[in-house]
C-alpha cells in the first residue's frame, strides 16, 4: 500500500508541473495585453511599457516559463497579484476556508441525503416512491447551478425574506450556497446508489441472509451497502472535486469572496498569477481527491487491498 500511495503522490507531482505548463501557455498566447489592461485606457504607451517591465511581461516565452516553475516549484513563491498588489498566498489563505465550508457541508449532504434517496428508491422499485424520488433527481440533474441559485435568492431572500441572499457573515449567510451546491451532486449519488443497490438486490448472498430470518434493514445496510458501495465512491469523489472545481459560479453569484469568486476576478482583470495559482490548487484538490477514492476502494474491498501489497512470500517446505 505504502508503494501505490507513493507511486500516485509521484503522479500528482506529473499532473501538477502539466497543469502549470497548459495554464501558463494558454494565458501566454491569449490575445491581449495584461499592462493595457492593468494602466487603464488612459495610460500613455511609455507607462503601459513600464508596467510591462515591471512585471516581466517583456522577456520571452521560455525565459517567463523558467522564472514561473522556478518560483512557484523550488521557492514555492506565487507571486504576487498584478491588479492588488498583494501576495496571492496569503489571499488564498484567507478564501480557502469559505470555499472549503461550502464544499465539504455540501459534500456531507450529497453523500448523506443522496444514499438514502438512492436506498429509498432502490427498496421501492416499481412503485410511485421510486418514480417520485428519480423525477426530482432528473430535475436536479438538469438544471443549471446558476439558475437554481437564482430561484433560491429570488424565494429565500426576495420573497420570504428568511436568509441573506449574497455576501460573508454569519452561518446564515452560507445555508443557500451549501444547498445550491449540492442539490445536483445529491441527484447524482441517489441515482448511482439506487443503481448499484439495484445491482446486488437479487444477489444469492441476499437471498440467503433473507432466508435466514434477517430483518430488511440490516440486509440493506449490512449485506446490500457493503458490495455497492464502489460506483459509488467513484460517483462521491467525482462530485467533491467538482464541487470545489464549480465553485466560481456559485461564489460569483452569491458575491461569497472564496477562491471562486478570486478565479473569476482574476480572469475577467487578465490577473495572470492568481489564475495560475487558483488552476493549480484546483488540480492539487482534484489530485488528492482521486487518491482518497483509490484508498477508499481498498478500505471496502479486500481484494484491491491485496493488489495494492504485492503477493505475499509463501514458505518453501523441504
Keep these: 500500500m505504502a508503494k501505490y500511495i507513493a507511486k500516485r503522490l509521484l ?7 502539466g497543469t502549470a505548463f497548459v495554464i501558463f501557455t494558454i494565458l501566454y498566447f491569449t490575445p491581449g495585453d495584461p499592462a493595457r489592461n492593468i494602466a487603464g485606457g488612459n495610460a500613455s504607451a511609455a507607462e503601459v511599457e513600464n508596467i510591462r517591465h515591471m512585471i516581466g511581461l517583456d522577456k520571452s516565452y521560455t525565459a517567463q516559463l523558467g522564472d514561473f516553475f522556478y518560483n512557484t516549484f523550488i521557492l514555492f513563491d506565487l507571486g ?3 491588479v492588488y498588489n498583494k ?25 448523506t441525503v443522496g444514499l438514502l434517496l438512492g436506498i429509498f ?3 421501492h422499485e416499481g412503485k410511485w416512491q421510486d418514480s417520485f424520488t ?6 436536479f440533474i438538469s438544471c443549471p447551478d446558476f439558475w437554481v441559485a437564482l430561484m433560491l435568492i429570488l424565494l429565500f431572500a426576495a420573497k420570504l425574506n428568511l436568509l441573506p441572499a449574497y455576501g460573508i457573515g454569519g452561518p446564515q449567510y452560507y445555508i443557500l450556497p451549501i444547498i445550491c451546491s449540492s442539490l445536483g451532486g445529491i441527484a447524482v449519488n441517489a441515482r448511482q446508489t439506487r443503481a448499484s443497490i ?21 440486509v440493506v445496510w449490512r449485506h446490500m451497502l457493503p458490495n455497492a458501495l464502489m460506483p459509488i465512491i467513484t460517483s462521491i469523489g467525482n462530485g467533491f472535486a467538482k464541487i470545489v472545481a464549480g465553485a466560481p459560479v456559485i461564489e460569483s453569484v452569491f458575491s461569497v469572496p472564496g477562491l471562486g469568486l478570486y478565479l473569476l476576478t482574476a480572469i475577467n482583470s487578465r ?11 484546483f488540480a492539487l484538490f482534484t489530485a488528492v481527491s482521486m487518491l482518497l477514492v483509490d484508498l477508499a476502494y481498498a478500505f471496502v474491498d479486500p481484494r484491491i487491498k491485496a493488489q495494492y501489497s504485492g503477493p505475499r512470500k509463501r514458505g518453501v517446505r523441504k
Design 134 to 139: 428519480m423525477g426530482i433527481a432528473m430535475v
Design 198 to 218: 439495484l445491482g446486488v438486490f437479487r444477489e444469492d448472498y441476499i437471498t440467503t441472509a433473507r432466508a435466514k430470518g434477517q430483518q430488511e434493514k440490516k
Design 80 to 82: 504576487d497579484s498584478w
Design 271 to 281: 490577473d495572470y498569477p492568481v489564475v495560475r495559482a487558483c488552476v493549480l490548487f
Design 11 to 17: 503522479w500528482m507531482i506529473v499532473i501538477l508541473l
Design 121 to 123: 428508491a432502490a427498496t
Design 87 to 111: 501576495p496571492v498566498l496569503d489571499e488564498m489563505i484567507v478564501r480557502l476556508p469559505r470555499t472549503m465550508i461550502i464544499g465539504l457541508c455540501a459534500m456531507a449532504l450529497n453523500l
